[in-house]
């Protein structure tokens, strides 16, 4: 199983960034999919998962800033960030999911970095 997450960087408070997940090893259309972060020094975090009824879920700090999305048949999952503050960075890692807010499994991709300068 590979996740392949990308498109994190540095990016200014108040700015955008649009992560992306590539995963394979498993039929993803299959799973409810997540994003999850962690931040230096902290235990990793739900961040939003999206279903194939379409149903999303967020964490508080994700609710209206982020948008979670998926296609089934391009395999990929994407998870949109505008609003960032330094509090963001992290992290972020993609996932299957179990339930609404959490991963399935143990495993976990390498992730892709997300800094927010102030």
């Known amino acids: 199983i590979q996740m392949g997450e990308s498109g994190g960087g540095l990016v200014q408070a108040g700015g955008s960034l649009r992560l992306s997940c590539q995963p394979s090893?498993?039929?993803?259309?299959?799973?409810?999919m997540g994003w999850f972060r962690q931040a230096a020094g902290k235990e990793r975090e739900f961040v939003a998962s999206v279903w194939n009824d379409g149903k999303t879920y967020y964490a508080d700090f994700a609710q209206g800033r982020f948008t979670v999305s998926r296609d089934n048949e391009k395999k990929t999952l994407t998870l949109q960030m505008s609003g960032l503050k330094a509090d963001d960075t992290a992290d972020y890692y993609c996932?299957?999911?179990?339930?609404?807010?959490?991963?399935?499994?143990?495993?976990w991709g390498q992730g892709t970095v997300v800094t927010v300068s102030s």
């Open positions: 090893g498993f039929i993803f259309s299959s799973y409810g």
């Open positions: 996932n299957r999911m179990g339930s609404q807010r959490v991963h399935f499994g143990e495993y």
